[in-house]
């Protein structure tokens, strides 16, 4: 076979293989792991007993397809049992992957917007969830674009293992950063009903922030005790074993409840944190209120609160500032279903088939502040306006006159208005069948097919529509009822009079009439068809002469087709070409081979020596070149106390189905730093460095370019690039792990990553494209700066010009470095139990990324915050776990220690890569974020036979996050003043639970 002229025929991929209680302790010992029940420290036998879900026979092991019982992780692997899950008290199962240190935590269930689309990801090592594979049983679980973690069964998780490194030639593309794959327990055999509610209470005891808040008339303050964020979750799974155990058939479902969350009740976030060099403010709204605003060419005015028909001069702004942020939420109120079936049947050695279907719906409900603003005319002879109101419009015009581009704003929040609602529907199926066997001795094949979608559903709701808004604003009396001057000229008879001159006095009837609901759907799909026949040939005398065993080997094939398809309703077309109806699709066949080279046992300083190597060619049909990665690996131990491992992987991304063929759309916000106002203020922009950006020399001498609009400059943001080339990466790791026969239980392990990815595809934001084009004028991002030819503003309606775009590229360089270190001990403590000590940390070396090769390399590790870094990425973060496992009622009590390193404000960083390119901002608040150390507890009891109750508390001390000015988070205010990923965004936690087995 010449994979170089396209002769791929795809043969399968093995995922399991049996081995022995022995071997599963061993690879458990070899593992970096989460708790010390991942090193063999198993539950006593009486509550394995008591727990029928934790009977388990097959052990998968992640990263490798080669079937040997003394199979040896080469590259650092962190695994979590059910009972650490547990004792996390997660329902969500990526809260328990965000905490890990190799984590950086992007998606969970608190956030804002569309941007958090309610699917849950996995983001390994800084690089992108987009980089980390997630496999279910060793199979693709998703389209690694389209992850969503909540289709995972957690009530029959076994365990969840965390591969480090490149695994692309195992798995192939997306593995780049690292797999991550959940062990099902596929021999469940019995009855168990889960039944759990969770709440968060918190002390609102941030004296800075209340006493900021306090400050502003219409911004109240929250109670000082909460108790919020209610959450049921019952889920059900049941089995049996039949045919004297060589079939199975299971089925689970899983329900939950979510109650809201929202940012005014927590004295933090109830208003967005403004920054100066030297103190922390409120961000008052002055624009939107509540009883509405009018703006003239000449003068601006507040609707009166007090419900009468006059205006007050916006002078009087600090009556009339608004929060417009306080109604959005930390958590979604959400309902999830999830529900699957296993089975699997084997006839005899030679055949074994298995099949499973899971499926899950999720309804998330987001209400944002209804914040609306519009230019209108106003006619002179408004029924509405009342005598002074229309002399202060029209003056002596009054009655005749007609005021032309007026600015109206609102807050949607008056009698019969809804604000803006986003439901957002998350729908996954997948289903896996497969057959496998022994062909004959020492010889095995898997072969398998699985079909997934992903729908993701949209809705904005309650949007108004500006055409019908005008026509309601317009308004004309018919014998003494102010009627719409559409319905009299019956060019819209549905229209209905708006009273925008008097604080809540718009007719309830009104909104029906104006909202508009705008949908669009992402739908993804995969089809993945895998073989692969893995063998010994020791058994043929292939074999070292010094080694004990022969070379094992693994080849197969892999065919998967992936699609995306994005559809529009006519609203959401219409409305200045938001989305359109897109897609595309792509194909790719792959071959692979592995194997594994026992060189060496048992002799002088050579305990053992172990290579492997593996290879794998791709055939992308949107793509000219062929890929190729392979991988290096050896463990070498001198004695039976120490091992040493390395592994060297070559891999490859080619770009994804989203990254390929996403629309884009556009949103409004920033200012032009061109334009008249911006060229009026210190330290403007040079005319060189506008002229970067499109300003002809008449334009920045005469400063003619007029401001963008109240909502900002437009901007474009998402949308595929069907040009984008394959990324290219390299992963080496090196490490030793210490398990000292004199000291049993204990193992100490560190481990070195380095991962290095060039032409990694990455997204250039507008904000950035327009800043570092006014900086650098390189074509590279001026390329995405469209001024209109004529007036050069950039908030314009046009199709091709007139706003700053954003765009898929492939870009430069990203480097990670880190240390990995693990210590763990189990032993017992005689008639009082077991203790099981565990901790993993990671000390991170580099977070390095440059986006294109003329601009400076930013390293964030240690740093936080714009205007370069974004998340903290603190350089040292471990978790530590105590269990004591009683010889009482087989209860345990579990004591969890989560410690993030303190960070340093980017913006005053010495680095002009960091700093932004003009030196230290000289910012003397928050120029460093200190250390937190957050302190979990959990206990479980069997309550009667077959019952046990379990209790966690996370965030014992309701430790309360950081505050952060929202632009320092992510460049926007579209967050709650913290990263809420990273820390605990809502005090503390408390999720009790019941399960019962039968």
Avoid at 170 to 186: E, I
Avoid at 568 to 588: C, I, K, P, R
Avoid at 634 to 659: H, K, M, Q, W
Avoid at 731 to 741: D, F, N, R, S
């Amino acid at each position: 076979m010449n994979p170089r002229r396209g002769v791929f025929k795809m043969l399968g991929q093995s995922r399991h293989f049996k081995i022995g209680l022995m071997a599963s302790i061993a690879l458990s010992t070899l593992a970096l792991s989460q708790t010390a029940q991942a090193h063999g420290a198993d539950t006593p036998a009486t509550e394995a007993a008591a727990d029928k879900s934790t009977t388990v026979d097959t052990v998968i092991v992640t990263g490798t397809r080669i079937r040997r019982p003394n199979a040896q992780s080469a590259a650092p692997i962190v695994s979590m049992d059910k009972q650490e899950l547990q004792f996390q008290g997660v329902v969500n199962i990526e809260d328990a992957l965000n905490r890990l240190p190799q984590v950086r935590a992007d998606n969970n269930q608190f956030g804002a917007g569309f941007d958090n689309g309610g699917q849950a990801k996995v983001n390994l090592r800084r690089l992108g969830n987009q980089r980390t594979l997630v496999l279910l049983d060793g199979e693709r679980l998703l389209p690694v674009q389209a992850i969503d973690l909540n289709i995972v069964p957690v009530a029959l998780i076994s365990r969840v293992d965390v591969l480090s490194g490149g695994a692309s030639s195992t798995y192939g593309s997306d593995a780049v950063a690292g797999v991550v794959n959940f062990v099902l327990n596929k021999k469940f055999d019995g009855v168990q009903i889960n039944s759990s509610y969770s709440f968060y209470q918190h002390t609102n005891d941030n004296i800075a922030m209340r006493s900021l808040i306090s400050q502003y008339p219409n911004f109240p303050v929250p109670a000082q005790h909460v108790t919020d964020g209610g959450r049921w979750n019952i889920n059900f799974a049941a089995g049996k074993n039949f045919a004297d155990g060589d079939g199975n058939i299971s089925i689970f479902a899983d329900y939950r409840d979510q109650n809201a969350v929202k940012w005014r009740e927590r004295d933090y976030s109830s208003c967005r944190v403004a920054n100066t060099t030297t103190a922390l403010s409120c961000a008052v709204n002055t624009a939107y209120t509540p009883w509405g605003r009018l703006d003239t060419a000449s003068n601006g005015y507040y609707i009166n609160k007090d419900g009468t028909q006059s205006f007050v001069s916006t002078a009087n702004a600090a009556d009339y500032g608004s929060n417009t942020r306080k109604d959005w939420n930390f958590i979604r109120a959400d309902k999830r279903f999830t529900g699957g079936l296993f089975a699997n049947y084997r006839f005899n050695d030679a055949f074994e088939v298995y099949s499973n279907l899971l499926v899950m719906r999720d309804v998330s409900i987001e209400q944002q502040s209804g914040a609306f603003d519009q230019d209108v005319s106003i006619n002179c002879n408004n029924p509405f306006l009342s005598a002074s109101q229309a002399q202060s419009l029209c003056g002596g015009a009054a009655g005749s006159s007609t005021v032309v581009g007026a600015h109206y704003y609102l807050l949607q929040e008056g009698p019969g208005s809804t604000p803006v609602r986003n439901r957002i529907v998350n729908a996954d199926y997948r289903v896996s069948a497969g057959a496998k066997g022994d062909l004959f001795d020492g010889w095995h094949y898997d072969v398998n097919f699985i079909a997934s979608r992903v729908e993701n559903t949209l809705s904005d709701r309650n949007e108004i529509n500006s055409t019908r808004f005008a026509n309601a604003v317009n308004a004309v009396n018919v014998n003494g009822t102010p009627t719409c001057q559409s319905v009299v000229d019956k060019t819209d008879t549905n229209c209905v009079a708006a009273n925008i001159f008097q604080a809540n006095k718009i007719d309830p009837k009104v909104y029906p009439y104006i909202y508009d609901n705008y949908r669009w759907t992402n739908v993804v799909e995969q089809r993945d068809v895998t073989a692969n026949i893995a063998g010994d040939l020791g058994q043929y005398g292939i074999k070292s002469p010094w080694a004990n065993e022969g070379v094992a080997v693994a080849l197969g094939g892999e065919y998967r087709r992936e699609s995306l398809k994005v559809v529009a309703d006519q609203a959401t077309v219409d409305y200045e070409g938001w989305f359109s109806t897109t897609g595309g699709h792509y194909g790719v066949k792959e071959v692979y081979g592995e194997a594994q080279l026992p060189i060496a046992n048992d002799l002088p300083l050579v305990k053992s020596l172990v290579f492997n190597t593996g290879g794998r060619a791709s055939k992308y049909d949107n793509q000219k070149k062929e890929l190729y990665t392979y991988k290096v690996e050896g463990l070498y131990r001198p004695i039976s106390d120490v091992l040493v491992r390395f592994s060297y992987n070559t891999a490859a991304r080619a770009p994804n189905i989203s990254e390929l063929y996403s629309p884009r759309n556009f949103s409004y916000n920033g200012v032009d730093p061109c334009s008249t106002t911006s060229l009026s203020q210190p330290g403007a922009a040079t005319a060189a460095q506008c002229a970067n950006t499109g300003v002809t020399a008449a334009q920045y001498a005469n400063k003619s370019i007029q401001d963008c609009g109240p909502n900002g400059c437009r901007r474009y943001a998402g949308g595929g690039n069907i040009n984008l080339l394959p990324e290219k990466a390299i992963t080496q790791t090196l490490g030793l792990v210490y398990t000292p026969a004199a000291v049993p239980g204990l193992l100490i392990s560190i481990d070195h990553v380095d991962i290095k990815i060039k032409d990694f595809i990455g997204y250039i934001d507008a904000n950035v494209a327009l800043s570092n084009c006014l900086t650098t004028g390189l074509q590279y991002y001026c390329r995405f700066v469209k001024r209109d030819p004529t007036t050069g503003r950039l908030d314009g309606t046009s199709a091709t010009n007139g706003f700053i775009s954003g765009g898929t590229e492939n870009t430069n360089v990203l480097n990670y470095k880190a240390d990995d270190f693990q210590v763990s001990y189990n032993f017992d403590i005689g008639k009082y139990g077991r203790m099981d000590l565990s901790m993993i940390g990671t000390l991170l070396i580099d977070s390095m990324g440059q986006d294109s090769p003329t601009t400076p390399v930013q390293d964030c590790a240690g740093y936080y915050g714009q205007p370069s870094c974004y998340a903290p990425a603190p350089k040292w973060a471990h978790n530590a776990r105590a269990t004591w496992s009683t010889p009482w009622r087989n209860s345990n009590i579990s004591l969890a220690w989560r410690y993030i390193g303190d960070t340093k404000l980017s913006a005053n960083s010495t680095d002009d890569a960091l700093n932004g390119g003009a030196g230290p901002q000289g910012y003397k608040i928050l120029t460093k974020m200190k250390a937190y150390s957050y302190f979990d507890l959990a206990a479980s009891v069997m309550v009667i036979k077959d019952m046990t109750a379990r209790i966690a508390i996370n965030n014992v001390l309701d430790k309360s996050p950081p505050v952060v000015p929202a632009t320092f988070v992510d460049g926007t205010t579209n967050n709650p003043n913290t990263y809420t990923g990273l820390y605990d965004p809502l005090g503390r936690a408390v999720n009790i639970s019941l399960q019962y087995n039968f």
